[in-house]
């Protein structure tokens, strides 16, 4: 059993950067890859990026560049970092843990993840 809780959530004009952290714990977290996604009102949750047991990071397109995501395996915690924020990055953000038998894979879709946070509000204002 994992549990997640994202923080760093806010209100940020264009242009600007948040950095949301996601604080795991229970047992093993070094067994999951840990990934971030996002839903907007009336949308899908999309996935944002993720990173392996390995430390090697996917994004999605629409992010790339201006998103990073770093691990620290030794307060069991993953984050965030938003740059260049632009209104339609405006959304609740979910980390999520994704048990891996592999160091080196992750998914980019939402049913594979086996645990979740209870999201973060990102609004960024035009």
């Known amino acids: 059993q994992v549990q997640l809780v994202e923080s760093g959530g806010g209100l940020v004009q264009a242009g600007g950067s948040l950095r949301l952290s996601c604080a795991a714990s229970g047992r093993a977290f070094s067994m999951y890859t840990m990934g971030w996604f996002r839903q907007a009102p009336g949308k899908e949750r999309e996935f944002v990026g993720a990173i392996s047991r390995s430390e090697n990071t996917w994004y999605a397109d629409s992010v790339k560049g201006r998103f990073t995501i770093s691990g620290d395996n030794a307060k069991n915690s993953v984050y965030l970092q938003m740059n260049s924020l632009k209104p339609e990055d405006t959304a609740v953000y979910y980390c999520?843990?994704?048990?891996?038998?592999?160091?080196?894979?992750?998914?980019?879709?939402?049913?594979?993840?086996?645990?979740w946070g209870q999201g973060t509000q990102v609004t960024v204002s035009s």
């Open positions: 999520a843990a994704l048990l891996s038998y592999y160091r080196d894979s992750y998914s980019n879709k939402p049913n594979d993840y086996n645990y």
